[in-house]
């Protein structure tokens, strides 16, 4: 009796852990591929100013990213960036200091030369949206008239 109630337990406790995405989501995954490594700002506007972000794979469907801006020696802004499946959606996950929870924008649109991500109930933004052109990238913040150009070059 106690065995079986322990493989019970067991089979509970793992379904949960391997829960299948469906393939067109883990396909759709697959093309973010690109964006892993380090990407170096190349637009700041403020003199002394260097901005970079690196990402890496950190599961099957999961990347991990850090944004780091910085004048001089010292650090201005820094950006936890998650791009994961939930459910049989994809998700980018913005943590940053500004908001008290990590907020989440669902992707919208996804090539393998980029992708769109939306939370239309996000104060500011609304619409993330990261475009590859060779071994450059524009990523764009957008909603309520007002837009946000950031340009990185591969390292």
Sequence with gaps: MK??????????ATCGFGQAVAPETSGNFKKLGWLVGTWTGTNNTKPGRLSHE?????????????????QGQDTVLVEKTTIL??????YYVADVPENEQPVYFKLTEITHEGFVCENLEHDFPKKITYQLNGANLKAQISGDGKSFNYLFQKQ
Excluded: D, Q
Excluded at 54 to 67: I, Q
Excluded at 85 to 90: F, L
């Design 3 to 12: 065995s079986m109630f322990l493989f019970i337990m067991i089979a509970f």
């Design 54 to 70: 690196r990402w890496e794979k950190v599961a099957e469907h999961e990347l991990r990213g850090y944004g780091v801006t910085m």
């Design 85 to 90: 499946v939930k459910g049989n959606s994809i």
